[in-house]
Structure formats: structure tokens, C-alpha cells
């Protein structure tokens, strides 16, 4: 595993806040597809002038359905430390499309090798925290047994915690044994990334995620709760018979647990994200005359910083050094 000699963080949100940029023209008018287009294109460029040699772990789907930010896709001046990258260049594209709160770029970098690149099993069982409760948490244990080590870890009572969980029709035994053990909840239309930041970052007003989600968004949201001592359990989740077909030929444990170290098997991880629409974690991209301004979130693991990012740009200025049309 190589190891990363320099601080890239203000060179990512770069690409961040560019992709936000773009997508940013698509709020409210209803088309998610020219929302993420446009993400996409300004991140690849960007990306392409960071001195490194990145491999897209994460990204946009496999090479053919995808024509950039495919997974393994190479990114990067080829000059630098060997990295690996997980992207979602609009996380929310509905959230973008309907002019919806909490829609962002995210970005995880982290050493060759050390991210888990699972592409077979799209989703995974989720449980993750900030670090005043790192370590209580238990993927296998009650609904009700994790909101009391929750609020005993905050020194609070199981009614001053907010779960944040996918508004999504196979949680409602999870959301039924939440409001049974008297906790509150936030429930959101997509975007669990965001939730799991949330759960990790004081002033949000939540406590912890649960629930099924995305197995490339486990991996992303692992990465940001390293680098602020979060923790997080995981277990694979097959939706359906094909993916019950690939558990048994694989051989595969869906009773195992994947802890935050096992997602993320690196010392040094990068993590950025910029908003899209001003959200609990991120003000959204606002625009003026000629210019627009950003609200970013970067943070790297080994130092323990976490920086909050607010950039007013002269989209003029940027077209004349650039090939993306700032318009």
C-alpha cells in the first residue's frame, strides 16, 4: 500500500465545488440526468489536473453503462501518490431535480488498495454513529438496545436522540421499533451519505443513521466517519433473487459484519463534499451576478482536521482557465 507524502485536501474540493457548480443550474427543473451529466464532466476534469495516480473504485457504474467516472477508470496527471477513489458526483439527483435540501458532492481519496470495491451486492444493512459513540454501537443487537448505548455514550435519554433513516418501504418494521423505544426520527428521500455525516458533525440534530442503503455509499460514508472517529457497522443486503443467486455461488456470509476498518483499510483518508442545496451539513451553491458562491466540508484522517470551506467564485474567471462552460 503507498502512502500518501502531501496534503490533497484543498486540491479535492477543487473538484468538488466545480461539479456543485454545474449541477447546481439544475435545481427545481426537474431533470436529474442533465443534473448528474453535468456533475460528472466538471468532475473528470478537474480530476485530471490533480497530481496523482487515481483508480476510481467508486464512481459511476461499470465502463459500459458509464462513459466517465466508471469504475476503474484512471484519473489523475499520472504524476504523484497512487490513490484510490470513490465519487458520487450528485448524491440526491432527485434531491437537485425537485429543488430539495441536502443534495452534495462527495469525494473519498484514500491509499491504493484500501477501499472495499463491491460491486456484486448493491446494498448492505447500516448502523453508524459519531465518535462520542464509537464502539457501543452493535449491527446484530435490538433496535432498542442501540438507542439506549447511543444515549448513554451522549449522556442523554432515548428521547433526545434523532435517527436520520431512507424513506424507503423495508424500513418500516426498523421505523415502527424507533418510535417504540421513544426516539425521534428524520426520514429523508435519498442521500445516505449525508445522513451518516449528519450523525457524525455537531449541530446537524442527529444522533445516529439506520437502515438498508447503498453499498458504494457505506464505503464513501466509512471514509468521512475515519476521519472524525465516527464508527460504523455493515452487514451485505441481497435485494433480490439474482443477488441471492451470486450469495451462494460466491460463497458468500451475509451474517458478517463489516466494521469501518474493513471498508476503509487505510491510516490516511481524505474525505470532501460541497453542497448542492443548502442542507443541515451544507449551504447549497448560491449565484450572483457573474459569480456564485460554495459551502464545502473537507477533512483528512490523519490529521484529524476538519475544515469547513467558503468559496465565492468569478465564473468568468473560471471559463477563461478552464474548458467547463461556468455559465
Known amino acids: ?162 435517527v436520520v433513516i431512507l424513506d424507503r418501504p423495508r424500513h418500516e418494521q426498523l421505523i415502527a421499533d424507533v418510535r417504540e423505544a421513544g426516539a425521534r426520527m428524520k426520514l429523508i428521500l435519498d442521500g445516505d451519505v449525508a445522513g451518516g455525516l449528519m450523525a457524525a458533525m455537531p449541530g446537524t440534530g442527529i444522533d445516529l443513521l439506520m437502515g438498508i442503503g447503498g453499498s458504494p455509499e457505506a464505503v464513501i460514508t466509512a471514509c468521512a466517519l475515519k476521519c472524525v472517529g465516527g464508527d460504523m457497522q455493515t452487514r451485505l443486503w441481497p435485494r433480490n433473487d439474482e443477488e441471492r443467486r451470486i450469495v451462494e455461488e460466491q460463497g458468500l456470509d451475509t451474517s458478517k459484519v463489516w466494521e469501518i476498518g474493513d471498508l476503509v483499510q487505510s491510516e490516511d483518508v481524505f474525505f470532501v463534499a460541497t453542497g448542492i442545496t443548502d442542507g443541515e451539513l451544507l449551504r447549497g451553491v448560491h449565484y450572483f451576478a457573474d459569480g456564485a458562491t460554495t459551502h464545502s466540508l473537507v477533512m483528512r484522517e490523519r490529521s484529524g482536521t476538519v475544515r469547513y470551506v467558503e468559496s465565492s467564485h468569478r465564473l468568468s474567471k473560471l471559463r477563461e482557465m478552464s474548458n467547463i462552460p461556468f455559465d
Do not use: C, F
Open 1 to 162: 500500500m503507498t502512502t500518501i507524502t502531501r496534503n490533497l485536501s484543498l486540491e479535492l474540493v477543487r473538484v468538488t465545488e466545480a461539479a456543485a457548480l454545474m449541477a447546481g443550474r439544475w435545481m427545481g427543473r426537474g431533470d436529474k440526468e442533465a443534473a448528474d451529466g453535468a456533475a460528472v464532466d466538471a468532475l473528470r476534469q478537474v480530476l485530471d489536473t490533480i497530481d496523482m495516480q487515481g483508480v476510481v473504485v467508486i464512481g459511476e457504474g461499470q465502463k459500459d453503462k458509464a462513459p466517465m467516472l466508471y469504475t476503474g477508470e484512471e484519473v489523475g496527471t499520472g504524476q504523484g501518490p497512487e490513490v484510490d477513489i470513490a465519487v458520487d458526483p450528485v448524491e440526491g439527483t432527485r434531491l437537485v431535480a425537485q429543488g430539495m435540501p441536502n443534495s452534495i458532492v462527495i469525494m473519498a481519496v484514500a491509499e491504493r488498495g484500501s477501499l472495499y470495491g463491491w460491486q456484486d451486492i448493491a446494498y448492505m444493512e447500516k448502523i453508524a454513529v459519531g465518535p462520542e459513540a464509537a464502539g457501543v454501537i452493535d449491527i446484530d443487537a435490538p433496535v432498542a438496545v442501540n438507542l439506549r448505548r447511543v444515549a448513554d455514550a451522549k449522556g442523554v435519554d432515548i428521547s433526545d436522540l434523532t
